[in-house]
């Protein structure tokens, strides 16, 4: 008696995922069409915030709204194309008139450099999308079909529930003494009639989608095949700043190599004449900090090409970390996805963790995590044998700060306050985090300002309550300060804490203006600033540092080491 019941429940469960997986089948074909019109993100290409959708009519589209539109003769999987849509004024100007102008018109080429690079991540992220609604559009059908098939199942006499059609008659007799196959047979059909239904509805519907519809009129621009304009003011505006997009962009990539060049081979003589001071002592490991390397492909492709031959010189087990201290990105946007990418690899093998910035986004958190760094928010995680604690900024920032949005409503403060509590007081770790009010919350500080230099191997009463032992970087100046060393000495165990505020990593302009700005294929405008913090692997405390600084000419500076705190073996612990 068990065992039957068993194999009817087992026949009961097997028999709902078949009809599940019937209605998923037919449900299917409208439910991509669905999937299709309605996938859709929010993105800002240079300073323009635009929706970005799909169609289909062998174009990809910048709607500008009044003043027309550009048509690039180029499409992706299945001939779609992105369909962009301007929703606000740019960010630098504010006007519609801004459209028009010259200068706006020249920074926006050279943020927007690389078309190919954003169509890969546009593609990507709606890849991403197309599997969301997919989904959810599939999983409202599922539900309404089952609803649809209890309630006609309940409305059929029982009479009439081996009844089929008159066309399946001479099958069914037929297959009458095999009834697992006339089961099947009427599955099936149901099935492929479904399916052509849901298919018919579909290329309705798709036909009928306004991303289908042909485009009209175009004007196009001579000297670029395949870009067109709906408007001929439009396409004037182009063709005069046109000579200058294409010298600019040959000029800013020779520019940008020449760099990388220049650097590689400053850094590699300054590193051959530091080599022996910089290697750790016994029993210490390496971490490698930067902050707001903010979207410079040039900065990046330095770090890249110089962290193998710092591996190389110091030990390929020494560098056991590396940390980002916010400011990723420059705008927060998924057509950055390729710079992330590039700079989640920028270090090789070193793991990394990251902090987000006030120019980072959740699709920046996203696109990290996808490329392996690790950016916990108000968590503790071990990298490296080293403690690593990150409290994510909670604010956002545009491009040339027009705007600044938080909309988890937590305050500076109030994240360094949170992330303090989240911390083990006992333990020493490593704190990254963006901004200074944050930084100087954690600590208990009013403003980092009340550090000073000094002390760094001296323990003294700083006249600050105790802190959490260990490390607390900090980026958002783009300028290096510090670091500072704030003396645990209320009980007899003494440790302490090192500050650092960082430069940037990317050698960005943190104060952007029309007529200064970085861009992702330029040459710096600051110094690109890495530090080499050391570390006692068997306490987590810091016990020296390093700076590795590229000024905007190429040359590349290696600091001395510098110790802090007690020499090993020294501190109670």
């Given at each position: 008696?068990?065992?039957?019941?068993?194999?009817?429940?087992?026949?009961?469960?097997?028999?709902?995922?078949?009809?599940?997986?019937?209605?998923a089948?037919?449900?299917?074909?409208?439910?991509?069409?669905?999937?299709?019109?309605?996938?859709?993100?929010?993105?800002?290409?240079?300073?323009?915030?635009?929706?970005?959708?799909?169609?289909?009519n062998?174009y990809?589209?910048?709607?500008?709204?009044i003043?027309?539109?550009?048509y690039w003769?180029?499409?992706?999987?299945?001939?779609?194309?992105?369909?962009?849509?301007?929703?606000?004024?740019p960010?630098?100007?504010?006007t519609?008139?801004?459209y028009?102008?010259?200068s706006?018109?020249?920074?926006?080429?050279?943020?927007?450099?690389?078309?190919?690079e954003?169509?890969?991540a546009y593609?990507?992220?709606?890849?991403?999308?197309?599997r969301?609604?997919?989904?959810?559009?599939?999983a409202?059908?599922?539900?309404?079909g089952?609803?649809?098939?209890?309630?006609?199942r309940?409305?059929?006499?029982?009479?009439?529930?081996?009844?089929?059609?008159?066309w399946?008659e001479?099958?069914?007799?037929?297959?009458?003494?095999?009834?697992?196959?006339?089961?099947?047979?009427?599955?099936?059909?149901?099935?492929?009639l479904?399916?052509?239904?849901?298919?018919v509805?579909?290329?309705?519907?798709?036909?009928?989608?306004?991303?289908?519809?042909?485009?009209?009129?175009?004007?196009?621009?001579?000297?670029?095949?395949?870009?067109?304009?709906?408007?001929?003011?439009?396409?004037?505006?182009?063709?005069?700043?046109?000579?200058?997009?294409?010298?600019?962009?040959d000029?800013?990539?020779?520019?940008?190599?020449?760099?990388?060049?220049?650097?590689?081979?400053?850094?590699?003589?300054?590193?051959?004449?530091?080599?022996?001071?910089?290697?750790?002592?016994?029993?210490?490991?390496v971490?490698?900090?930067?902050?707001?390397?903010?979207?410079?492909?040039?900065?990046t492709a330095v770090?890249?090409?110089?962290?193998p031959?710092?591996?190389?010189?110091?030990?390929?087990?020494?560098?056991?970390?590396?940390?980002?201290?916010?400011?990723?990105?420059?705008?927060?946007?998924?057509?950055?996805?390729?710079f992330?990418?590039?700079?989640?690899?920028?270090?090789?093998?070193?793991?990394?963790?990251?902090?987000?910035?006030?120019?980072?986004?959740?699709?920046?958190?996203?696109?990290?995590?996808e490329?392996?760094?690790?950016?916990?928010?108000?968590?503790?995680?071990?990298?490296?044998?080293l403690?690593?604690?990150?409290?994510?900024?909670p604010?956002?920032k545009?491009?040339?700060?027009?705007?600044?949005?938080?909309?988890?409503?937590?305050s500076?403060?109030?994240?360094?306050?949170?992330?303090?509590?989240?911390?083990?007081?006992?333990?020493a770790?490593?704190?990254v985090?963006?901004?200074?009010?944050?930084?100087?919350?954690?600590?208990?500080?009013?403003?980092?300002?009340?550090?000073?230099?000094?002390?760094?191997t001296?323990?003294?009463?700083d006249g600050?309550?105790?802190?959490?032992?260990?490390?607390?970087?900090?980026?958002?100046?783009?300028?290096?300060?510090?670091?500072?060393?704030?003396?645990?000495?209320?009980t007899?165990?003494?440790?302490?804490t090192?500050?650092?505020?960082?430069?940037?990593?990317?050698?960005?302009?943190?104060?952007?203006?029309?007529?200064?700005?970085?861009?992702?294929?330029?040459?710096?405008?600051?110094?690109?600033?890495?530090?080499?913090?050391?570390?006692?692997?068997?306490?987590?405390?810091?016990?020296?540092?390093?700076?590795i600084?590229?000024?905007?000419?190429g040359?590349?500076?290696?600091?001395?080491?510098?110790?802090?705190?007690?020499?090993?073996?020294?501190?109670?612990?």
């Amino acid at each position: 008696m068990g065992n039957l019941r068993e194999r009817l429940r087992l026949r009961a469960v097997l028999t709902a995922a078949a009809v599940l997986a019937a209605i998923a089948v037919v449900a299917a074909p409208f439910a991509a069409e669905q999937a299709v019109e309605r996938v859709r993100f929010d993105d800002r290409l240079g300073t323009l915030p635009v929706e970005v959708s799909l169609c289909h009519n062998g174009y990809s589209t910048v709607d500008t709204g009044i003043l027309g539109s550009v048509y690039w003769q180029r499409t992706g999987m299945f001939g779609f194309g992105a369909c962009i849509r301007v929703t606000e004024p740019p960010e630098a100007g504010g006007t519609l008139s801004s459209y028009v102008d010259e200068s706006f018109v020249r920074t926006n080429a050279e943020l927007i450099n690389d078309p190919d690079e954003i169509a890969a991540a546009y593609g990507h992220e709606f890849s991403r999308g197309f599997r969301r609604e997919f989904l959810r559009t599939e999983a409202l059908l599922v539900g309404v079909g089952l609803l649809v098939l209890v309630a006609v199942r309940r409305r059929t006499p029982p009479k009439d529930e081996d009844r089929i059609p008159w066309w399946g008659e001479r099958i069914a007799r037929r297959l009458a003494p095999w009834p697992v196959a006339r089961i099947a047979l009427w599955s099936v059909l149901l099935i492929l009639l479904g399916t052509t239904a849901s298919a018919v509805v579909a290329t309705y519907s798709f036909k009928s989608w306004s991303g289908s519809n042909a485009v009209g009129t175009t004007y196009p621009l001579p000297a670029v095949a395949g870009l067109s304009f709906s408007s001929p003011q439009t396409r004037e505006v182009a063709g005069q700043v046109q000579p200058f997009i294409e010298k600019n962009y040959d000029r800013l990539r020779e520019r940008g190599k020449e760099y990388e060049d220049t650097a590689t081979a400053s850094f590699t003589t300054a590193l051959a004449a530091r080599r022996s001071e910089l290697l750790p002592r016994g029993g210490e490991r390496v971490v490698l900090a930067e902050a707001d390397p903010q979207g410079s492909l040039v900065g990046t492709a330095v770090r890249t090409r110089l962290y193998p031959i710092l591996v190389e010189a110091l030990g390929k087990d020494a560098i056991v970390l590396r940390t980002i201290s916010g400011d990723i990105t420059s705008n927060g946007t998924v057509a950055e996805d390729a710079f992330v990418r590039k700079e989640a690899r920028s270090s090789g093998d070193i793991p990394t963790v990251a902090a987000a910035g006030d120019h980072d986004s959740e699709t920046t958190v996203d696109q990290l995590k996808e490329y392996g760094v690790e950016v916990p928010d108000l968590e503790t995680i071990t990298v490296g044998g080293l403690r690593v604690s990150v409290g994510n900024d909670p604010e956002f920032k545009t491009l040339f700060g027009g705007s600044v949005t938080n909309p988890s409503g937590v305050s500076e403060e109030e994240l360094g306050e949170r992330l303090r509590k989240a911390v083990d007081p006992d333990r020493a770790g490593i704190v990254v985090l963006h901004q200074a009010d944050a930084a100087a919350a954690y600590l208990g500080l009013s403003s980092l300002n009340e550090l000073s230099l000094g002390h760094e191997t001296v323990p003294y009463d700083d006249g600050i309550p105790d802190v959490p032992p260990g490390t607390v970087d900090v980026g958002h100046s783009h300028r290096s300060i510090g670091p500072f060393v704030v003396w645990n000495t209320d009980t007899d165990d003494v440790t302490w804490t090192v500050v650092d505020r960082l430069g940037t990593s990317g050698g960005a302009e943190n104060s952007p203006t029309f007529n200064r700005f970085s861009t992702p294929f330029s040459t710096p405008l600051k110094p690109i600033d890495v530090r080499l913090q050391y570390f006692d692997e068997a306490t987590g405390l810091q016990t020296g540092y390093a700076t590795i600084s590229i000024d905007p000419a190429g040359k590349a500076t290696i600091s001395e080491r510098t110790d802090v705190g007690l020499p090993l073996g020294d501190s109670t612990r």
